[in-house]
C-alpha cells in the first residue's frame, strides 16, 4: 500500500489550491475507489463507476487501436506499391502508424481533458470523466493526415460547446465525438473528404500523385532499422503504385457501383479493414468483438445496435428497390462491407447520454438511424458517408422519441384504468388473469 | 396640481440619469438579441462581413430612433384598433428612405444586403420597441430608447461579424479602405491579397461562413451575457 500512503500525504488543500485538488483527485479515484460513502437512504452499491464503465469502451477500443496504426502504415505502402503482403514492413507500417497516431491520440486527450480539468476546478466540482472516452473515439474516426491544430480546434469546440455549456458529463444532448468530427466536417471539409485525405503521406502535386518526402524522426528509425539489417523507410518522394487514386469504396461505388468497388478492393480486405479510411473504422471483426464485449458487459444497449442494422438493412432493400443509378443497385448486405457502419453502430450511437433511455424508444432510436444514415449516404451526393449526420441527427430527436413513448405508455394505462375501474387498484397479475 | 405642473415641465428635452439608462440598458443588461432575443433572422443572415453588418446597424439605429419619435408624437392621435398598421406604415417610410439612399450612394453593398434591408420593417426590435415604449412615453425619451435599442442590436451584430470575418475570410473591415489583412486569404474581398508568413498555416474555417456560426456565437454570447447578471437566469 505504498502508492495509497503516498497519495495521501501529497493530498493538496481542497481550500487552498482548488484546481490542484482537482487534479489529484482525479487522478486518485482513478486508481483507488474512493471511501466516501452516503450517510443516509438506498444506494446501488457497485464498484463499477462512471470512471470504470467509460474504461471499459476504451478496452474495446483496443483492437481497433492496433488495426488501425498497422493501417495507417500499410496504406502508406502499399499506396508506394511496397510491402504489399501483411507481414512484410511490418516494422515500418507499425513505426509509421504509430508516428500518426499518437500525436493525434496526445493532442486529443491533452486538449479534451484540459478543457475538462479547467471546468471542473472552476466549478468545484470534482473532473468529470467523460472525456475519457471522447479522447479515445476521436483519433479513431479522423483522418491520419489531420493538422494537429485543426483537431485540437474541433475538440474546443466540441467539449465547450457540445457539453460544458449544457452542465457537463451526462448532460450533452449530442455525442461529443461526432460533434467533434463534424466541426471539421463543415469547417475544413478539404482535410476531411475526397479521394486524398484518406491516405497518409502522400500527396497531390497538380494532377500526379507522390509520396511525401520522410522527416528527421524517419531518418533515426532508419538507423536502428539499418543497424538490425531490416529494410528502412529511405528518402521518400517515391511514385505511386500505377492507377493509384486514394478513393474509398464508397467513393467508388458512387461513382460505378458494386463493380467499381470490387475492381480495386476485394470483399475479404474490405472486410478485414486493410482499405483507406477513418483510422478506426474498417476492421470490421475487431469491431464487432468490440461491440460483444460492450454488450456482455451491459454498457451498450444490442437494442440500439440490432435495430440499427435492420434499419440500415430495410433502407438498404428499399434503396435497391428503387434502383435509379449503379450506387443504388448496390446490394444492400454489400453496404455493410464499406464505410464505417460498424463503428457507428458500436461506439457512436449506443452512447448512453445521447441515446433514447426507454426500451421501446432505443428500437425507434436505432431503425431511424438506419434508415436516415442509408439516405444520406445513397441519395445525397454530397455526403460520402451518413452515418455521422444521421446519428447527429437522431440524437436531437431522442428526447422527443422518448417523451412520446411516455406519453403513449401512460395513455395505455389510463385506457386500461377507465375500461376496468373496479380492478384499477389491483395488482397486475390478478388485471391479467380477469382479462381471461 | 403643482407637482404635476413641475413633472410636465422636466418632460422636455433634458438628459438626466433615467435618459442615459434609456441609451445604456439595451446596451448592456436588456439587449434586444441576448437577452430578449429578437431580430435573430438578420444577425444570422447578414453578419458575415462586417460592412454589412455595420451598414444594416446604422439603418436600424436610424429606422428605430425616428419610427419611435413619430409614433410618440402621434400616439395620442393613433386610433388603438389600427396601431400596429400604422407603426408599420411609418417604420416602411423610413425603410425605404434607407434602401434608396443605399441604393444611391453605394451599390455594392446594396446587393450584398438585397432583401434584409427591406426586412427591417418585419425587425422585432423595432415594432416591439414602439409597442411597448412609444406608445406610451414622450417623443425625446422614446427617440432615445429607439438609439439605445439600435445600438444594442448593433453592437451584437459586429461582434458576431468580427469573429465570422476574421475566422471565415481571414480579413477585417474587408470592401473598405481601412481592409486589414490579418491571417491572410481570399482575394475576392481585399485590396492586400498576400499570405502572411506568420499565419501561413491558417486555413479559413468555412463553418464561420455559413449562418451557423453566428447562432453559436449567439449562444456564446447568451451564455456570457447571463454568467455576468445571474438575474436574467429564470428558474423554472
Redesign the interface.
Known amino acids: 500500500m505504498g502508492l495509497l500512503q503516498f497519495l495521501h500525504k501529497i493530498e493538496p488543500d481542497k481550500k487552498k489550491s482548488p484546481f490542484l485538488h482537482t487534479l489529484f483527485d482525479g487522478f486518485f479515484t482513478f486508481a483507488y475507489a474512493p471511501n466516501t460513502v452516503t450517510k443516509s437512504g438506498t444506494h446501488i452499491k457497485d464498484g463499477m463507476d462512471l470512471k470504470r464503465t467509460m474504461f471499459m469502451v476504451v478496452i474495446a477500443l483496443q483492437l481497433a487501436y492496433l488495426f488501425g496504426t498497422y493501417n495507417i502504415g500499410h496504406q502508406h505502402f502499399s499506396a508506394l506499391g511496397m510491402h504489399e503482403s501483411f507481414l512484410s514492413g511490418f516494422h515500418l507500417k507499425i513505426t509509421y502508424g504509430l508516428m500518426k497516431l499518437l500525436p493525434l491520440f496526445i493532442v486529443s486527450n491533452v486538449v479534451g481533458l484540459g478543457i475538462e480539468f479547467i471546468y471542473a476546478a472552476k466549478k468545484g466540482h470534482p473532473i468529470e470523466e467523460g472525456y475519457l472516452v471522447s479522447g479515445a473515439l476521436i483519433p479513431l474516426i479522423m483522418p491520419p493526415d489531420l ?1 494537429l ?2 483537431l485540437a480546434l474541433s475538440i474546443i469546440f466540441a467539449v465547450i ?1 457540445g457539453k460544458e ?1 449544457f452542465g457537463g458529463t451526462g448532460m450533452n444532448i449530442m455525442n461529443i465525438a461526432l460533434l467533434s468530427r463534424v ?1 471539421i466536417f ?4 478539404t ?1 476531411i473528404s475526397g479521394d486524398e485525405v484518406w491516405v497518409s503521406g502522400i500527396i497531390k502535386e497538380g494532377t500526379e500523385y507522390m509520396g511525401a518526402s520522410y522527416g528527421m524522426i524517419h531518418g533515426v528509425f532508419d538507423w536502428v532499422f539499418s543497424s538490425f539489417g531490416w529494410s528502412t523507410f529511405g528518402e521518400g518522394g517515391m511514385a505511386v503504385a500505377d492507377g493509384y487514386t486514394g478513393a474509398t469504396p464508397l467513393g467508388l461505388a458512387a461513382k460505378g457501383g458494386w463493380e467499381a468497388v470490387t475492381e480495386v478492393y476485394s470483399p475479404a480486405q474490405m472486410w478485414w479493414g486493410a482499405i483507406p479510411g477513418s483510422i478506426g473504422e474498417m476492421p470490421k471483426l475487431f469491431i464487432l468483438a468490440g461491440a460483444l464485449l460492450l454488450i456482455i458487459t451491459k454498457i451498450a444497449s444490442w437494442r440500439i445496435m440490432l435495430s440499427m442494422v435492420l434499419g440500415a438493412a430495410v433502407g438498404g432493400m428499399l434503396i435497391n428497390a428503387w434502383g435509379a443509378n449503379p450506387f443504388m443497385e448496390v446490394h444492400w448486405l454489400y453496404h455493410f462491407y464499406m464505410g464505417s457502419f460498424f463503428f457507428a453502430m458500436a461506439f457512436m450511437a449506443t452512447d448512453p447520454v445521447t441515446a433514447a433511455r426507454t426500451e421501446i424508444g432505443k428500437w425507434i432510436y436505432g431503425f431511424l438511424i438506419g434508415i436516415v444514415g442509408m439516405v444520406i449516404r445513397v441519395l445525397n451526393p454530397a455526403y460520402p458517408e451518413g452515418w455521422m449526420l444521421a446519428i447527429l441527427f437522431m440524437n436531437v430527436f431522442a428526447p422527443l422519441i422518448d417523451y412520446y413513448v411516455l406519453e403513449a405508455n401512460v395513455a395505455r394505462r389510463l385506457a386500461r384504468v377507465k375500461a376496468k375501474p373496479d380492478t384499477a387498484m389491483e395488482a397486475e397479475p390478478q388485471l391479467s388473469v380477469s382479462e381471461h | 396640481m403643482a407637482e404635476t405642473a413641475v413633472a410636465e415641465k422636466k418632460e422636455g428635452i433634458s438628459f438626466g440619469k433615467k435618459e442615459r439608462r434609456l441609451l445604456i440598458d439595451p446596451l448592456n443588461e436588456n439587449n434586444p438579441i441576448t437577452v430578449q432575443v429578437l431580430g435573430i433572422c438578420s444577425a444570422l443572415a447578414v453578419t458575415s462581413l462586417i460592412l454589412p453588418s455595420l451598414v444594416i446597424s446604422v439603418a436600424v439605429v436610424f429606422v428605430c430612433a425616428f419610427s419611435s419619435l413619430i409614433t410618440s408624437l402621434l400616439r395620442k392621435y393613433i386610433p388603438n384598433a389600427v396601431r400596429m398598421i400604422v407603426m408599420l406604415v411609418i417604420i416602411a417610410f423610413l425603410v425605404t428612405i434607407v434602401e434608396l439612399t443605399l441604393k444611391a450612394f453605394s451599390f455594392t453593398v446594396y446587393k450584398q444586403l438585397a432583401v434584409y434591408i427591406g426586412l427591417i420593417i418585419t425587425n422585432c426590435i423595432v415594432m416591439g420597441r414602439l409597442e411597448a415604449f412609444a406608445m406610451a412615453n414622450n417623443p425625446w425619451k422614446s427617440f432615445l430608447d429607439g438609439i439605445g435599442n439600435g445600438l444594442g442590436y448593433g453592437a451584437i451584430l459586429l461582434i458576431i461579424a468580427f469573429f465570422r470575418e476574421l475566422f471565415g475570410k481571414g480579413t477585417l473591415f474587408a470592401g473598405t479602405p481601412i481592409a486589414l489583412n490579418i491571417i491572410g486569404a481570399g482575394p475576392d474581398y481585399l485590396i492586400n491579397t498576400e499570405t502572411s508568413f506568420l499565419f501561413g498555416w491558417y486555413v479559413n474555417n468555412n463553418l464561420m461562413v455559413m449562418p451557423a456560426a453566428a447562432m453559436f456565437i449567439i449562444g456564446i454570447l447568451i451564455w456570457i451575457q447571463r454568467a455576468r447578471f445571474p438575474k436574467l437566469v429564470d428558474v423554472s
Request: hydrophobic share 65%.
Open positions: 493538422p491544430w485543426i460547446v455549456a466541426f463543415f469547417a475544413y471539409p482535410y
